[in-house]
Structures are given as structure tokens and as C-alpha cells.
T-cell receptor, first 111, second 110 residues
Framework: DTAVSQTPKYLVTQMGNDKSIKCEQNLGHDTMYWYKQDSKKFLKIMFSYNNKELIINETVPNRFSPKSPDKAHLNLHINSLELGDSAVYFC??????????FGPGTRLTVL | GQQVMQIPQYQHVQEGEDFTTYCNSSTTLSNIQWYKQRPGGHPVFLIQLVKSGEVKKQKRLTFQFGEAKKNSSLHITATQTTDVGTYFCAPNQAGTALIFGKGTTLSVSS
């Protein structure tokens, strides 16, 4: 059973489009996260949700909007995609303050 | 805000050599976690250190937390090709989220 799953695994799209990435965890964790990893492997937190409530919102453009319909899901919607949005996006979950479990990642390429 | 420095950024070793990566914080930490990311993979949790001066071992990996809880290290003895990947430290300051270091990418030639 996959603990943290993300879809899609790959996403190739044109500049200006809107896209969503979905994340689900079956670990019963209260906290979920979105990270962006750039080409230099720098792993930067974007958002954190605890029991469906936003608790961390780092400096990301407001084109990025997370949505948590329930504590097992945290989706990421991106409007008006730009070239600089190309990266690998990781979802993760944890039962704070313990280890984080990462999903397999979504490689987003904006053309 | 919290500053995290991880060095070196890259390290290449011959199989059988030792490897160490260091993580330094500008502030006192509540705890520190270490993760490994294989090429093309996702970060995987290795360990969490909580106590001042703590040393933990996992087979050939030795993790240390500094006495002042501002730095940490990961040492791998006799590297193997399976150790290839990027090692991240993730310091945690009370009341804040994990901040990942920029990672040390290890390559091993046989």
C-alpha cells in the first residue's frame, strides 16, 4: 500500500495554463505539506496544512493555491503557469513532530 | 530567521572511502532530522536527533548532534555504491516547520 501518493507523476504543459496536482496519504497523519524542488535539488516548503487548516504559507506566488478537502488529501492548484514553475513538487505528511513521509513527486515542465 | 548551511554541496569518493556531511544552524535547534534522496527518487527519512551531544548509529551511518544543538553531522564508513544520493539535514526550531538544507550529493565510483 502506498503511504503518500501523488498524481500525476509527470505534467507537461504550456505557459499560461492552469493545472492541479493531487496528493493523498493513508497514514492517518494530521499534517500535510507541499515542497518544491528545483533543478539544484533545493527543497523548499511551500505550504503546510494541519487537520485541513493552513498553518504555513511560505512566500509563494498567489497563483499557487492549496486545497485540503479532508485531512487525507492536499491538492495543489497552479494558475497561469510560468517557465519558472518547472520543478519537482513533493507532497509529504507527518504526525508532528516526527518524520515526514514523502510522495513520489510530480515533475512539472512548463513549455 | 533560521539559516541552515550544509557542506559540502558535492562529494565524490571511491568505494570503500569514508564520507561526512555537515549541517550548521545559526540558531539553537529543537531537533534535527536527516533524509536521503536517491537519484530520481523522493526524500526518505533516516533519523531524528533530539538530545545535545547525541550520537546514533545505523549500520555504517553515524549521526551526531552538537553539544550546543546548532550543528550536526552524518558520517558514512566504507561507502558503497548504494550510498549514492543526496543527503539532507532538516533542522527544526521550536514552533516552526522543518527547513531543509541544500543537501550534499554523494557519488561513489567502484
Amino acid at each position: 500500500d502506498t503511504a503518500v501518493s501523488q498524481t500525476p507523476k509527470y505534467l507537461v504543459t504550456q505557459m499560461g495554463n492552469d493545472k492541479s496536482i493531487k496528493c493523498e496519504q493513508n497514514l492517518g497523519h494530521d499534517t500535510m505539506y507541499w515542497y518544491k524542488q528545483d533543478s539544484k535539488k533545493f527543497l523548499k516548503i511551500m505550504f503546510s496544512y494541519n487537520n485541513k487548516e493552513l498553518i504555513i504559507n511560505e512566500t509563494v506566488p498567489n497563483r499557487f493555491s492549496p486545497k485540503s478537502p479532508d485531512k487525507a488529501h492536499l491538492n495543489l492548484h497552479i494558475n497561469s503557469l510560468e517557465l519558472g514553475d518547472s520543478a519537482v513538487y513533493f507532497c509529504a505528511s507527518s504526525q508532528d513532530p516526527t518524520e515526514q513521509f514523502f510522495g513520489p513527486g510530480t515533475r512539472l515542465t512548463v513549455l | 530567521g533560521q539559516q541552515v548551511m550544509q557542506i559540502p554541496q558535492y562529494q565524490h569518493v571511491q568505494e570503500g572511502e569514508d564520507f561526512t556531511t555537515y549541517c550548521n544552524s545559526s540558531t539553537t535547534l529543537s531537533n534535527i532530522q536527516w533524509y536521503k534522496q536517491r537519484p530520481g527518487g523522493h526524500p526518505v527519512f533516516l533519523i531524528q536527533l533530539v538530545k545535545s551531544g547525541e550520537v546514533k548509529k545505523q549500520k555504517r551511518l553515524t549521526f551526531q548532534f552538537g553539544e550546543a544543538k546548532k550543528n550536526s553531522s552524518l558520517h558514512i564508513t566504507a561507502t558503497q555504491t548504494t550510498d549514492v544520493g543526496t543527503y539532507f539535514c532538516a533542522p527544526n526550531q521550536a514552533g516552526t516547520a522543518l527547513i531543509f538544507g541544500k543537501g550534499t550529493t554523494l557519488s561513489v565510483s567502484s
